[in-house]
């Protein structure tokens, strides 16, 4: 049961390992692109790859039909890699060993559906998988399983994203294969990683110039970081943390050095709309910085 591309390393190492995997569960075909063509998720082309059936509900809670189809697999596990559908009770319970649920971080730190951008964000020093037997409560059931893995000073998301998901692939084969004693979550420690919107992209450069830093490489490529010059809306997909002050959003110099809250930051890769990503230097070869510009 998975939607996104996070989910698909971990099908295809089921269906390698020589699984019975009686069908994939996914979310709808969604209009996607520029003709809004009905396009199937990740997950549901790896299974059409693969040639196994799939099934694509729209909800699961009260969907008694569905509930039912499910009780009739008579499941030994069923596997949860950012599905995107909560799972009612009726369902947990099905399978004989439960749902197992790979999860990307090391719980109970980040549990919600942005566990990879929070852990960058927030400066850890590691992240990583846990599976995780499923219950009713947002990523709190018991872990089974748990595998670190260490942030670099320049990991983006999509760096660890990549990482991880290949990591749960593997995790979730050994405790298959040797299941392990559930240990319960310590509650004092829990702390959640909310869904991401396009909101969260907007740049606040009263913040320390390192923690714009971080959310830079974390929300790389989605829903990226941006700000205002003017009325140009610019995207900054990399940037370094150097010294310098002032106004927070003044550029600071012809290197395009951005004073924040506290210290400042350089920007290494520019976008701007309806253009290609670009070096600064080569930003600056067709754009004249204006006295006094400032991003808001």
Not at 35 to 40: A, F, V, Y
Not at 120 to 143: K, S, W
Not at 168 to 192: D, H
Request: net charge negative.
């Amino acid at each position: 049961m998975g939607s996104p591309a996070f989910s698909v390393p971990a099908l295809r190492a089921l269906v390698a390992a020589g699984h019975e995997v009686a069908v994939v569960y996914a979310q709808p075909p969604k209009p996607a692109g520029r003709g809004q063509k009905e396009t199937k998720c990740p997950v549901h082309q790896a299974a059409d790859e693969l040639g196994l059936p799939v099934r694509t509900p729209k909800r699961l809670r009260g969907n008694d039909e569905e509930l039912a189809v499910f009780q009739g697999l008579h499941l030994d596990a069923a596997v949860v890699a950012a599905y995107g559908l909560i799972l009612p009770q009726d369902f947990l319970d099905a399978p004989k060993r439960g749902c197992l649920n790979i999860h990307a971080s090391l719980l109970p730190r980040w549990r919600g559906a942005g566990p990879i951008q929070a852990a960058i964000a927030a400066g850890d020093a590691e992240t990583g998988i846990t599976i995780m037997q499923m219950e009713a409560g947002l990523d709190t059931g018991p872990m089974l399983r748990r595998a670190a893995l260490p942030i670099g000073r320049h990991d983006t998301s999509a760096d660890l994203h990549d990482a991880l998901a290949e990591m749960g692939g593997k995790l979730i084969l050994r405790e298959l294969a040797e299941p392990s004693e559930p240990v319960a979550q310590n509650e004092v420690l829990a702390c959640y990683a909310p869904k991401l919107s396009r909101e969260d992209a907007r740049l606040n450069f009263l913040l320390p110039a390192a923690e714009l830093e971080r959310r830079i490489r974390a929300f790389y490529p989605w829903p990226g970081s941006l700000a205002l010059l003017g009325d140009m809306v610019v995207k900054i997909l990399a940037a370094e943390v150097v010294e310098g002050e002032g106004v927070p959003g003044e550029i600071l110099d012809d290197k395009f050095t951005i004073a924040c809250g506290e210290g400042a930051l350089r920007p290494t890769r520019l976008q701007r709309a309806g253009k290609a990503a670009m070096s600064t230097a080569e930003f600056l070869r067709g754009f004249t910085l204006p006295e006094g510009a400032r991003f808001y």
